[in-house]
């Protein structure tokens, strides 16, 4: 059976998702998911790097750990603000409960997906917005 990751690859053509961790298992991770698609996976270590990366990659989906070595998910959000065609955010973090849940959504963040990461909760998630990215090309 063939997974929606691989499957978008058919409906548009290669973008971006940019996932800014300090953890390079959060890298790897969605790298695997979506291996055998067209999306292409660029990767930040810090908040300033990945702020960088999104101003020079135009990804079409930002991962952000909720904390990172010099800022943190809040940092990177309002950087995507200031941009008229920001990608949507998806927060990730070890300490998902439903008060950050709802920061993370009443701030304008896309969702939270909770540490560990879970395969099938992350493809549905990011999948769905890289499936609303612009075509490419």
Same mark, same amino acid.
């Not at 063939?2 to 971006?16: E, F, I, L, M, Q």
């Not at 997906?113 to 493809?123: F, G, I, Y």
């Given at each position: /059976? %063939?997974? $929606?990751?691989?499957?978008?690859?058919? #409906?548009?053509? $290669?973008? %971006?998702?940019?996932?800014?961790?300090?953890?390079?298992?959060?890298?790897? &991770? &969605? =790298?695997?998911?979506? *291996?055998?698609? =067209?999306?292409?996976? *660029? %990767?930040? #270590?810090?908040?300033?790097? !990945?702020?960088?990366? /999104? *101003?020079?990659? =135009?990804?079409?989906?930002?991962?952000?750990?909720?904390? +990172?070595?010099? !800022? !943190?998910?809040?940092?990177?959000?309002?950087? +995507?603000?200031?941009?008229?065609?920001?990608?949507?955010?998806?927060? %990730?973090?070890?300490?998902?409960?439903?008060?950050?849940?709802?920061?993370?959504?009443?701030? !304008?963040?896309?969702? +939270? +997906?909770? *540490?560990?990461?879970? #395969?099938?909760?992350?493809? @549905?998630?990011?999948?769905?917005?890289?499936? @609303?990215?612009? /075509?490419?090309?």
């Amino acid at each position: /059976m %063939t997974s $929606p990751a691989s499957d978008v690859k058919t #409906r548009h053509g $290669p973008a %971006t998702l940019l996932s800014i961790s300090p953890n390079s298992d959060d890298h790897e &991770f &969605f =790298r695997s998911l979506l *291996k055998g698609s =067209r999306w292409r996976v *660029k %990767t930040a #270590r810090s908040c300033s790097e !990945g702020i960088a990366r /999104m *101003k020079a990659a =135009r990804p079409a989906v930002v991962v952000c750990d909720q904390d +990172l070595p010099d !800022g !943190g998910w809040r940092d990177v959000l309002e950087n +995507l603000k200031s941009s008229d065609d920001a990608p949507p955010l998806i927060v %990730t973090s070890r300490l998902a409960d439903d008060c950050l849940w709802a920061e993370v959504l009443n701030l !304008g963040a896309y969702d +939270l +997906l909770p *540490k560990p990461l879970e #395969r099938l909760e992350a493809e @549905r998630v990011v999948v769905e917005q890289l499936c @609303r990215a612009p /075509m490419s090309g």
